[in-house]
């Protein structure tokens, strides 16, 4: 934060030089508002097109290294769910519950009662040591069984 504080005050202090040795070199003493607004706004186009590059290719470079580490994690998503201990039908309603549905859905989707949904979801918190559906799917993107 500072660093960019620095590097806009070098940048303004560095535009007034330029202008007061126009001003003198030219010997005018009377330039116009416009022309100032113009080398100002020139200026600082150029520090929002170099930020805009640099932010850039920091989220592709963050991209990068999500997909590398995505691959690198080549641990099958069987093998987790049994490090887990959860079954293939509690990763099911662990799935829906990601995409956002009530316990009546996710019973209308997997064709069960919704009692047994309840017991599923009481069975994944346990199993992930979480206390509600939030928390049970950020600690399970975490564990990377969710994308």
Same mark, same amino acid.
């Given at each position: 934060?500072?660093? *960019?504080?620095?590097?806009?005050?070098?940048g303004?202090?560095?535009?007034?030089?330029?202008?007061?040795?126009?001003?003198?070199?030219?010997?005018?003493?009377?330039?116009?508002?416009?022309?100032?607004?113009?080398?100002?706004?020139?200026?600082?186009?150029?520090?929002g097109?170099?930020?805009?590059?640099?932010?850039?290719?920091?989220?592709?470079?963050?991209?990068?290294?999500?997909?590398?580490?995505?691959?690198?994690?080549?641990?099958?998503?069987?093998? %987790?769910l049994?490090?887990?201990?959860?079954?293939?039908?509690?990763?099911?309603?662990?799935? %829906?519950?990601?995409?956002?549905?009530t316990?009546?859905?996710?019973?209308?989707?997997?064709?069960?009662?919704?009692?047994?949904?309840? *017991?599923?979801?009481?069975?994944?918190?346990?199993?992930?040591?979480?206390?509600?559906?939030?928390?049970?799917?950020?600690?399970?993107?975490?564990? *990377?069984? %969710?994308?």
């Amino acid at each position: 934060m500072s660093r *960019t504080v620095i590097l806009y005050g070098i940048g303004l202090a560095l535009l007034m030089v330029v202008l007061k040795s126009i001003e003198y070199r030219y010997m005018l003493r009377d330039l116009s508002m416009e022309f100032y607004i113009t080398l100002v706004a020139l200026l600082f186009t150029g520090i929002g097109v170099w930020v805009g590059i640099k932010l850039r290719n920091k989220t592709v470079a963050q991209t990068e290294k999500a997909a590398e580490k995505l691959e690198s994690s080549s641990i099958p998503k069987e093998q %987790l769910l049994a490090r887990t201990g959860i079954s293939q039908r509690e990763f099911e309603v662990l799935e %829906l519950i990601a995409e956002g549905c009530t316990n009546q859905e996710i019973a209308d989707r997997l064709f069960i009662s919704l009692n047994t949904v309840k *017991t599923h979801s009481s069975n994944l918190f346990a199993k992930l040591d979480v206390k509600r559906r939030t928390q049970a799917v950020q600690k399970a993107k975490e564990l *990377t069984l %969710l994308g």
